[in-house]
């Protein structure tokens, strides 16, 4: 009997460190345990195959705790410019025919769906941008401390990675002058990557998705934009929500406010839970006037917000910085 201890020791010792733990299954020591059974007296056989059951057993929950050890560790450790089986056993990748799109790029067509079926036009924002659209075309003045508040990064060139995509409000107001002088509006969205020179925490990155909004016509007004917020979210979150606003400051708005939702109870949020989504407003006049609109006769609505913060509270994710991470562990998640 102390053989079968000692294969037990020697394999439990062999599995923890093996790249193929279930090869182990097949080594002699094992199959010379199994022979013995023949040789017994059969009032023996029962007791000894009890324990040749039971050290199977012990054998096989320590091979499939390593095979997922190792599994983790493969995905931890890909190295992109290995050649495919570089390890001698198969990669834990996604299977293509479950498709690869990304959370983000998902829930960022369902977002843009949502407002091209109002009627808005979708146009994806520049991922390099100029201090001009960044900052002068929306009412920020040279040197105004506002500038501060968006921690832009810039090239050598002075270019800017634009920090949010109010940089597109000038262009597509530029773009739809003419519709509102043949009577119609501007309704756009523009959505893109945005970047920010801050902090990396479990709620900030400093490369993060947004979408932004613009409705200009002859009567618009901060009723329809609330309307059209409320709708949007109602939408995204299929259920009806409270909603809030407060005042807040953006140099492009007058007035200006944070919109917030109550978080939905269906996600975990209690009476009273306010989570704020975007900031939004009535465009300021000047902006209108620097894109060559009338501000009076025309007067316009825009919002803007982080897509992430919507997907995080759709599904629960509690680190913003998973994104981008590129960790199958996260992104499989979404394709089970
Ligand atoms: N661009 C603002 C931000 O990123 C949000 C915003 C957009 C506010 C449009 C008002 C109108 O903070």
Redesign the pocket.
């Known amino acids: 009997m102390q053989n079968i201890d000692d294969t037990r020791k020697d394999l439990l010792a062999r599995i923890a460190v093996s790249d193929a733990p279930r090869e182990l299954l097949k080594v002699p020591e094992l199959k010379q345990l199994y022979d013995v059974i023949k040789t017994l007296a059969p009032e023996e056989r029962g007791a000894y195959g009890k324990q040749i059951n039971e050290l199977k057993l012990l054998l096989e929950s320590a091979i499939t705790e390593r095979e997922s050890s190792l599994e983790d560790l493969a995905v931890e450790s890909i190295d992109i410019s290995a050649p495919w089986d570089v390890n001698g056993r198969p990669l834990n990748l996604l299977p293509t025919e479950q498709g690869t799109q990304h959370p983000l790029t998902l829930e960022l067509e369902n977002v843009i769906n949502i407002f091209t079926r109002m009627g808005f036009e979708a146009i994806e924002s520049r991922q390099i941008d100029d201090d001009d659209h960044m900052f002068a075309t929306l009412n920020f003045p040279a040197n105004h401390p506002a500038r501060d508040g968006?921690d832009t990064f810039r090239t050598e060139e002075n270019f800017i990675p634009p920090?949010?995509?109010?940089t597109m409000?000038n262009r597509i107001l530029k773009a739809g002058k003419s519709k509102l002088e043949a009577g119609g509006q501007i309704a756009s969205i523009s959505y893109g990557r945005?970047f920010r020179n801050e902090d990396i925490d479990a709620t900030h990155e400093h490369t993060f998705y947004?979408c932004?909004?613009i409705f200009v016509s002859s009567t618009a007004t901060l009723g329809q934009m609330l309307g059209t917020l409320r709708s949007f979210f109602e939408t995204y979150y299929g259920q009806s929500l409270k909603i809030k606003t407060q005042p807040?400051y953006?140099p492009?708005?007058e007035p200006?406010l944070e919109f917030a939702i109550e978080k939905p109870a269906a996600l975990g949020g209690k009476p009273g839970e306010w989570l704020e989504m975007?900031?939004?407003?009535m465009i300021h006049p000047n902006v209108l006037s620097m894109a060559g609109i009338d501000p009076q006769k025309y007067r316009g609505f825009?919002?803007?917000?982080g897509i992430e913060r919507l997907v995080m509270l759709k599904y629960g994710i509690e680190d913003i910085r998973h994104f981008e991470s590129g960790k199958l562990q996260f992104l499989r998640k979404f394709y089970e």
């Open positions: 968006y920090a949010h995509t109010s409000q945005v947004q932004e909004g807040a953006f492009f708005v200006g975007l900031g939004c407003g825009a919002w803007g917000g």
